[in-house]
């Protein structure tokens, strides 16, 4: 009977116990879950450290984000996912970790223009909008330059909602990349991880955000459809390396991100195949590789411009044999090396008592160059690229037919102005 009475009160004491730790831990364990969840950093959580509720997602993937790197860490959400291991597929957690460690680096970009219209062609004010990424703590953003194309006034909204006029660092039409700048706290800021575009595979899952139509921060999946597709840009030349993507773009997403699953930047949203010219998404999105962007962006912060080299040949012609030199800039590098272009020659002929001039324009003895450092040039964009992928004061190699037989002839290249 004793026994019996001690095991009674031994289970009572447990029972009493365990319902005193179910009433008073489960409720402050609750609250502490839904704190986490929607206090904002303000409110003693830091968006820059690690965050714990996060980090405790298995990574199902070997390209998921490496949490350990504090770059990668800036932009992850306080308190963004509360889930257990089966909550999520795999794949769906690869998209949440992106879009919580990228979302604050992308602003929306609206602009104020004005255009001619009527009859007396009054210009009347007209708006646009577009995306854009945070390149770094001093307020430098990356976008397209059409978005920001002949804007008299340019407005960038943060994440939180809060907007900064913004100024022109640099603009490159050829590449279709500009940098704006704006005077946000750097607390307000989170910049955008660059990755490498050369290790982009066709098939490779991506994942791009915009602002299409308005909408903030909207995230859409694809794959890399192609990596070698050509757009011509607003100078009429041709943009090489472009990615093709499936990935949902619309208007009003140009300059957004493309991210690879370790919330990279691997490229900038640039354009959509619109046949119908409606501005929505047909499946087929362009955008200009970051490879590119890190050659660019760093001379328009600097210098507000691309300094590329030149060889001062205004204007060439192809033919089956060669890029036949049409007009050669006065006193630039091709002068000096003696490149010859088309000449204009004036004859007088005596008839009589009377004298008269023709002047015509002589096209056999212009040049045409079919190399450039051994490497064949067949179109005017392989011949400016070859030029462009030198620097100013190089020397190169242009070898040309010349009175029927080919000749090499070294040029030292300027700089543009």
């Known amino acids: 009977m004793k026994k019996y009475l001690v095991a009674c009160v031994c289970s009572a004491m447990a029972g009493a116990m365990l319902a005193f730790w179910l009433v008073s831990d489960s409720p402050r364990a609750l609250v502490s879950a839904q704190d986490a969840s929607s206090r904002r950093p303000s409110e003693g959580l830091d968006p820059r450290r690690p965050n714990e509720v996060l980090n405790a997602i298995p990574q199902p993937a070997t390209d998921l984000i490496d949490d350990t790197n504090p770059a990668l860490r800036s932009n992850v959400l306080p308190g963004a996912v509360v889930a257990g291991d089966d909550e999520y597929t795999p794949d769906e957690l690869i998209n949440i970790k992106v879009y919580d460690r990228v979302n604050r680096s992308v602003v929306n970009i609206t602009t104020r223009t004005t255009r001619p219209s009527g009859f007396f062609m009054t210009e009347v004010p007209a ?4 995306s854009g ?25 943060l994440f939180n909602g809060e907007a900064y006029e913004a100024g022109v660092v640099g ?13 946000a706290p750097p607390k307000s800021l989170y910049p955008v991880q660059l990755g490498d575009s050369n290790r982009l595979r066709v098939g490779q899952k991506i994942l791009a955000i915009g602002n299409p139509f308005g909408l903030e921060r909207t995230l859409t999946v694809g794959v890399v459809s192609n990596l070698k597709q050509s757009l011509p840009s607003k100078t009429g030349r041709q943009m090489k390396s472009i990615i093709q993507i499936d990935a949902a773009l619309n208007s009003g997403s140009s300059g957004g991100p493309l991210l690879n699953s ?8 640039t354009a959509i195949a619109n046949p119908s010219q409606t501005g929505e998404n047909t499946g087929v999105g362009f955008s200009i590789p970051v490879n590119t962007i890190r050659r660019v962006v760093p001379q328009l912060i600097e210098h ?33 090396a003696g490149l010859r272009g088309f000449e204009v020659v004036t004859q007088k002929e005596k ?14 003895r212009a040049d045409r160059i079919v190399s450039v450092d051994g490497v064949p040039v067949s179109t005017g964009d392989d011949f400016q690229d070859a030029v462009e992928s030198k620097k100013p004061g190089d020397r190169i190699v242009v070898r040309v037919i010349r009175d029927n037989r080919e000749l090499d002839v070294p040029v030292t290249l300027a700089a543009s102005e």
């Open 133 to 157: 990424s945070v390149l770094d703590m001093q307020g430098h953003i990356l976008t397209n330059y059409h978005v920001i194309e002949g804007a008299r006034e340019v407005r960038v909204t």
């Open 262 to 269: 370790r919330a990279e930047l691997v490229g900038m949203n």
């Open 171 to 183: 603009k490159d039409p050829p590449n279709d990349v500009a940098v704006l700048k704006i005077n």
């Open 304 to 336: 507000g411009r691309v300094i590329r080299p030149v060889i001062g040949i205004a204007s060439v012609y192809e033919t089956e044999r060669g890029l036949v030199i049409i007009d050669i800039a006065p006193g630039g590098p091709a002068a000096r």
């Open 127 to 130: 708006a646009g909008e577009g």
């Open 351 to 364: 008839r009589g008592p009377f004298t008269y001039e023709r002047t015509y324009v002589d096209r056999e």
